[in-house]
């Protein structure tokens, strides 16, 4: 399907597509914030003998906020479902936002995406529909307000101490 033949006989189809990968791409925005925030206050807490460099990867700055989150702000248990919902809910983010739109119609749309860590240039074909970006966006919701709690438990503790 050309996609800008597509837009022209229907822009309100692909308009309410791509107001939900907005919707996508807004509600992930805050968590990033509020992540960063954690890593900047547990990195500030940390022996300036330990030599350690911010994490600059999600994947990085989960792990480094699983490792020397204190467990009176959330116990590991915790911790690592936030982490293992942060990582599946963001998935679908990360294909709307980086991916290649392939084709849509009323129900769902087919986004391409580069799989990198293949060696060979392999493209993964991911289908949506809206019930699932609806999950997802409400998903991300949910954990705005988990990491928000996090980072004020790691504020109250920083000036605490």
Known sequence: MDLQESFSEDPKLLESWLATIGMLTIFWSPIERRIDQCVHLLYLNLPKSSNKNKPG????????????????????????????????????????????LESYDQHEMKIS??????????TEI???????????????????KDWELIVNMLVQETTNS
């Open 113 to 122: 995406k580069i799989d990198g860590k293949k060696s060979e240039h392999a």
């Open 57 to 100: 990867s999600l994947q990085r700055k989960l792990e480094f906020i699983t490792c020397h989150l204190p467990d009176n702000v959330a116990n590991k248990d915790q911790i690592l479902s936030l982490v293992k919902n942060t990582k599946n809910t963001v998935q679908i983010r990360d294909v709307c936002v980086h991916g290649v």
């Open 126 to 144: 991911f289908t949506i529909d809206s019930k699932r970006l609806n999950i997802s966006a409400q998903s991300l919701s949910n954990l705005s």
